[in-house]
């Protein structure tokens, strides 16, 4: 119940309160604070967010309370019956007053080239609160900075020891980084290893810091925040589609901040999104279109490319390609369907990291929504490393995790996460059907004869925790399982466990708009091949959108051998020399955040965005060009002249799901390889947004293995070893660690070096 001005007859679980006259009903258990902000009534404050555990550190929310002998804290003080609050008596403004002469003793007088001038919570509190002349004449104190990584700045003489911060990662992201050092005057707040900032939220307390301590290290000096314009945007690294602000200066992006949303990202923000625009302004990004003649490219005119862009796809005709990345919006995927109909052929696809297409399985809406998580009960993660997947969803299972949840886990690598895991099981990549399998089983569930159970201990206590939670439980399909060689066992067994216990079934979405993209018939259509099939069965033309074809497909040596005897028609916003190898005509493109486009989150939620950047060049909106191409060639569907033109037209379906199953996989010799995505490499924009390449989490190509495959080959940590399937081969530093499942070996995708190797191969590794 909201503390509103009401008349007083409070229900039970309320109390009736009255602050600065007017009478109101608060609930039971809350702050002072709360009521006040509820009902509109101004308190200062540094310390309380109300995100935050309270702390009342601060001291600057101090409040007159009847009957209490001096000034309490709004932010600690629990509402009661009949209770009487003023903000603005001598006493209370007072206290305030003083509070913020302790504040300004040693805070440095820098506001003039302070990073945080003209956004700083301290700046404005003092206008209202501060002294006009300063009696403190003693030498200030000076905090010596840290270096907490590429992402965040320090400047610690300039903290107010409020506490936001390390409540932040202790709290929040579960990390407990930041801390408090030596007591009084001397505290200082810092990492204790001087390492830098692991969590994957770590641009949050630059958010939640009330003054220019802790800043935004990309954006340093760049702006003035009365320069920036902002732009309602969308992340689109993840399935979440967190909400944010883009911030421009004359069209330039220069910052990304958070957009409260409550059902999506609350008011945080992962350091993925956050960051990510400093890839936009990257050197071989497309400014113009590009023709290419023999092995020479030229720029060209939008008319001469449309036209050799018209001709090779009219001339392919049914054996025409047609590949989307899967952070492509609603209007560009609608587009680029009517476009192959209108070519008459069906082979159209955005599952490029698919490997088993066996049951025809989409993208599918979750059956627990994402804020559900902050109060699930039982978890079961399969194949799935959520923390860097979806690092906001993560934490909100953290949150359900200090709330007593049970979360379970069965996977090739032991992943780490914030919040404890009560069962796990640990295996090769192969066995991950068995072992999803063996829990359906100890449920009583009823499972396709192909996909046989391997026992294991945790099943019935897995099991049984699911069935107990009931319809408060659920079951996380993650990358590892999605684009599993035998992903449609995993789906199945998956369907059958939730089906016996009563929980819900939540797939990842293997891209920002994969829902969307499946809705708005990104899909193969008739005897059309899915994305695996066209690479396998080389046809004579493609469209490539978006897509970097070495990194984005599941087998980038497969796509490059395919993609190399084709007539290769590409839209997209940069020109690597690898996609400049394959392309003959290169359409330049706009990226999300410079355009105005709709993608569908994983709850099935449309999200628009506005055009935040300007485009670089003679680049444009992709569906401007897509416009213009299939009105050149006459087609029907393209008859609008405007956005809202466009999307008046959009009829979303959601395509249905199949039953069928892969068949069973062959037990070759040699070692499993692990493929997950990095959490920095996920795109082409990840890919050249360079603090996020330099931050810890972005490994670089290695090898990690148990200790045990490690010892009988003789690797050791730190050394170099030779990796190979009989297709590619590569060189790469070796990491051990048990967290590896036995008989695999763990290597991550997204890498010039691992890139021409088989994502579900057997490895032959020797030391170098």
Same mark, same amino acid.
Request: overall charge positive; glycine content about 8%.
């Given at each position: 119940?909201?503390?509103?001005?009401?008349?007083?007859?409070?229900?039970?679980?309320?109390?009736?309160?009255?602050?600065?006259?007017?009478?109101?009903?608060?609930?039971?258990?809350?702050?002072?604070?709360?009521?006040?902000?509820?009902?509109?009534?101004?308190?200062?404050?540094?310390?309380?967010? #109300? @995100?935050? &555990?309270?702390? =009342?550190?601060?001291?600057?929310?101090? /409040?007159?309370? #009847? @009957?209490? &002998?001096?000034? =309490?804290?709004?932010?600690?003080?629990? /509402?009661?019956?009949?209770?009487?609050?003023?903000?603005?008596?001598?006493?209370?403004?007072?206290?305030?007053?003083?509070?913020?002469?302790?504040?300004?003793i040693n805070h440095p007088l820098d506001c003039p080239i302070c990073d945080q001038g003209g956004e700083c919570e301290l700046q404005d509190v003092s206008m209202g609160y501060g002294r006009s002349v300063s009696r403190y004449v003693d030498?200030?104190?000076?905090?010596?900075?840290?270096?907490?990584?590429?992402?965040?700045?320090?400047?610690?003489?300039?903290?107010?020891?409020?506490t936001r911060c390390i409540r932040f990662t202790a709290d929040v992201a579960g990390t407990f980084e930041l801390g408090g050092m030596n007591r009084g005057e001397h505290l200082q707040i810092g990492t204790y290893d001087g390492k830098p900032l692991m969590t994957e939220l770590s641009g949050n307390v630059i958010d939640v810091c009330p003054v220019g301590a802790l800043t935004n290290k990309v954006f340093r000096y760049r702006a003035r925040a009365w320069e920036l314009v902002a732009r309602e945007s969308?992340?689109?690294?993840?399935?979440?589609?967190?909400?944010?602000?883009?911030?421009?200066?004359?069209?330039?992006?220069?910052?990304?901040?958070?957009?409260?949303?409550?059902?999506?990202?609350?008011?945080?923000?992962?350091?993925?999104?956050?960051?990510?625009?400093?890839?936009?302004?990257?050197?071989?990004r497309v400014t113009r279109p590009l023709l290419r003649e023999g092995d020479a490219w030229r720029e060209a005119s939008w008319d001469e490319a449309l036209a050799q862009a018209a001709k090779l796809v009219k001339n392919a005709g049914e054996s025409l390609g047609v590949l989307a990345h899967p952070a492509t919006s609603n209007e560009e995927g609608a587009l680029l369907a009517s476009l192959a109909k209108g070519l008459g052929t069906g082979h159209v696809d955005h599952r490029l990291k698919a490997l088993d297409f066996a049951d025809a399985a989409f993208a599918e809406t979750f059956e627990l929504s994402a804020a559900a998580f902050d109060t699930v009960d039982a978890v079961l993660l399969v194949g799935c490393n959520l923390r860097h997947e979806l690092p906001l969803l993560?934490?909100?299972?953290?949150?359900?995790?200090?709330?007593?949840?049970?979360?379970?886990?069965?996977?090739?690598?032991?992943?780490?996460?914030?919040?404890?895991?009560?069962?796990?099981?640990?295996?090769?990549?192969?066995?991950?059907?068995?072992?999803?399998?063996a829990v359906a089983q100890a449920a009583g569930a009823s499972l396709p004869a192909a996909v046989a159970a391997q026992d294991h201990d945790g099943a019935k206590a897995m099991a049984e925790a699911l069935a107990k939670a009931g319809g408060n439980a659920v079951i996380v399909l993650g990358e590892l399982a999605e684009n599993h060689a035998q992903a449609s066992w995993l789906r199945a067994a998956a369907r059958a466990l939730a089906t016996a216990t009563g929980a819900k079934l939540n797939r990842i979405p293997q891209g920002a708009n994969a829902i969307g993209l499946a809705r708005h018939g990104v899909r193969p259509t008739g005897q059309g091949m899915h994305a695996g099939a066209m690479l396998a069965q080389p046809l004579t033309a493609y469209v490539l959108y978006g897509i970097e074809p070495q990194y984005d497909f599941a087998h980038g040596a497969q796509a490059l051998k395919a993609l190399a005897s084709a007539q290769v028609v590409v839209f997209a916003a940069y020109a690597s020399d690898e996609l400049k190898k394959l392309a003959h005509v290169i359409l330049p493109i706009g990226l999300l955040p410079e355009v105005e486009a709709t993608l569908t989150n994983l709850d099935g939620t449309d999200q628009a965005t506005q055009t935040g950047g300007k485009l670089p060049g003679e680049a444009r909106a992709g569906w401007r060009v897509l416009r213009a191409l299939g009105g050149q060639m006459g087609l029907p569907g393209f008859e609008?002249?405007?956005?809202?033109?466009?999307?008046?037209?959009?009829?979303?379906?959601?395509?249905?799901?199949?039953?069928?199953?892969?068949?069973?996989?062959?037990?070759?010799?040699?070692?499993?390889?692990?493929t997950s995505t990095p959490i920095y490499r996920g795109d082409a924009v990840l890919r050249r947004a360079a603090a996020l390449n330099a931050?810890?989490?972005?490994?670089?190509?290695?090898?990690?293995?148990?200790?045990?495959?490690?010892?009988?080959?003789?690797?050791?940590?730190?050394?170099?070893?030779?990796v190979g399937d009989g297709i590619g081969s590569a060189a790469l530093p070796v990491a051990i660690s048990a967290r590896v499942a036995k008989g695999a070996v763990w290597i991550e995708s997204g890498y010039e070096a691992t890139a021409p190797m088989s994502p579900t191969a057997r490895l032959a590794v020797v030391g170098a």
């Open positions: 119940m909201s503390a509103q001005p009401t008349a007083p007859n409070a229900a039970p679980d309320v109390v009736n309160i009255e602050i600065n006259g007017v009478a109101m009903t608060a609930p039971k258990g809350s702050m002072i604070i709360q009521a006040a902000d509820k009902a509109g009534i101004p308190v200062p404050r540094f310390c309380y967010h #109300e @995100k935050l &555990p309270i702390a =009342a550190n601060c001291r600057m929310c101090l /409040v007159d309370v #009847e @009957k209490m &002998p001096k000034p =309490a804290p709004a932010c600690a003080t629990p /509402v009661m019956e009949g209770m009487k609050v003023t903000t603005q008596t001598k006493r209370a403004l007072d206290a305030q007053r003083n509070v913020m002469e302790f504040l300004l030498r200030k104190r000076v905090v010596a900075d840290e270096d907490l990584g590429p992402l965040v700045a320090t400047d610690m003489t300039r903290c107010i020891q409020c969308l992340g689109y690294h993840d399935a979440l589609g967190s909400n944010l602000y883009l911030h421009a200066r004359r069209g330039d992006v220069l910052r990304t901040v958070p957009r409260d949303n409550e059902a999506v990202n609350e008011c945080w923000l992962s350091d993925r999104d956050r960051y990510s625009h400093q890839g936009l302004g990257a050197a071989d993560h934490q909100r299972l953290h949150k359900a995790g200090k709330r007593g949840a049970k979360v379970f886990a069965i996977n090739p690598v032991d992943f780490e996460t914030t919040f404890a895991v009560a069962g796990k099981r640990i295996v090769a990549p192969s066995q991950l059907p068995g072992a999803l399998a609008f002249t405007d956005l809202h033109g466009l999307r008046a037209a959009l009829a979303p379906e959601a395509p249905g799901q199949g039953t069928g199953l892969a068949e069973a996989g062959k037990a070759d010799p040699g070692l499993e390889r692990i931050h810890p989490l972005t490994h670089g190509a290695r090898i990690v293995l148990h200790p045990e495959e490690a010892l009988s080959r003789g690797l050791s940590e730190g050394g170099m070893a030779k």
